[in-house]
């Protein structure tokens, strides 16, 4: 038997990193969070591979995200670029890194959202092979999908694709 406190301990920052790329208040991205350990507690019965563990959290966590930002789209409510949280303190205040890693950040929140998906998930540290599978998409897909988020977020950063 898993132990579901266990599979938080070691996944709960990168269900949050995703759960942030889709949604930047706070209050929402626990939310979110609970959702997706709710979902995976109900799920685990289901995993027949354990080694495919952090692949089949994204999935879910990227699932319930991709469903949260449709449902606020139905709604009509507040677009999502409109929760991102202005970021505090002063970014003058923030280190080298961290301007960098709010720049990315905001990069990858302006990718569509098939792109946003394989750059979220990528940077995680998933391989193209679970990335894919994740997605429900082939792998020369994701390779494609990936390579085009590269060269969108290396314009954003004033680089040459």
Same mark, same amino acid.
């Given at each position: 038997m898993v132990d579901l406190e266990e599979i938080v301990k070691v996944h709960a920052a990168m269900v949050r990193r995703i759960a942030s790329v889709y949604e930047r208040n706070p209050d929402k991205v626990d939310d *979110? &969070?609970?959702d997706v350990w709710i979902a995976v507690w109900q799920a685990l019965p289901? *995993?027949?591979d354990q &080694?495919?563990?952090?692949g089949y959290i994204a999935r879910i966590t990227q699932n319930i995200c991709v469903s949260h930002v449709r449902r606020a789209l139905v709604r009509r409510?507040?677009?999502l670029a409109d929760t991102v949280a202005d970021p505090s303190p002063s970014l003058h205040e923030k280190s080298a890194h961290a301007m960098e890693l709010f720049r990315l950040t905001e990069a990858v929140l302006s990718l569509p959202e098939n792109l946003k998906a394989v &750059?979220?998930?990528y940077l995680e540290d998933l391989p193209i092979k679970?990335?894919?599978l994740t997605l429900g998409i082939s792998e020369s897909n994701a390779s494609v999908r990936l390579h085009r988020a590269k060269s969108a977020i290396r314009l954003s950063f004033?680089?040459?694709s």
């Open positions: *979110l &969070a609970q289901r *995993l027949n &080694a495919m563990l952090k409510t507040q677009p &750059a979220s998930l679970e990335i894919a004033g680089e040459p």
